[in-house]
């Protein structure tokens, strides 16, 4: 499956973006779907995971709150609302997807859970 993210960009500080994720394929609803992001100088970070079956989700403390990951699997996309931005939200934002039974929290916040990757959106947060 290819995943293109789109919707990145800048915002003022307390204001809201929209992050899309366009995937391939006629199986998207059978993949769990995530958001990880990367700040310069630091490692990629799990921000949230909506889960293939059900649709439950599941989000880091730091944006718990404040972001909120969805799905449409008809349209094979998978959204991520943030409001309340903080310039520490800065970063690319990836989605990520999988189509392995992941059966605890702990495993989804892992990337080396998700085989298949976008290439990153930019969001930059000013103060």
């Known amino acids: 499956v290819q995943l293109v993210e789109s919707g990145g960009g800048l915002v003022q500080a307390g204001g809201s973006l929209r992050l899309s994720c366009a995937a391939s394929?006629?199986?998207?609803?059978?993949?769990?779907m995530g958001w990880f992001r990367q700040a310069p100088g630091k490692e990629r970070e799990f921000v949230a995971v909506?889960?293939?079956?059900?649709?439950?989700?599941y989000y880091s403390d730091s944006v718990k709150g404040r972001f909120t990951i969805s799905r449409d699997n008809a349209k094979n996309t998978v959204y991520l609302q943030m409001n309340s931005l903080k310039p520490e939200d800065t970063a690319v934002y990836y989605c990520?997807?999988?189509?392995?039974?992941?059966?605890?929290?702990?495993?989804?916040?892992?990337?080396?859970?998700?085989?298949?990757w976008g290439q990153g959106t930019q969001v930059t947060v000013s103060s």
């Open positions: 394929g006629r199986t998207f609803s059978s993949y769990t």
């Open positions: 990520a997807a999988d189509r392995s039974t992941i059966g605890h929290i702990t495993t989804a916040q892992a990337m080396s859970t998700y085989a298949y």
């Open positions: 909506i889960f293939r079956s059900g649709g439950s989700t």
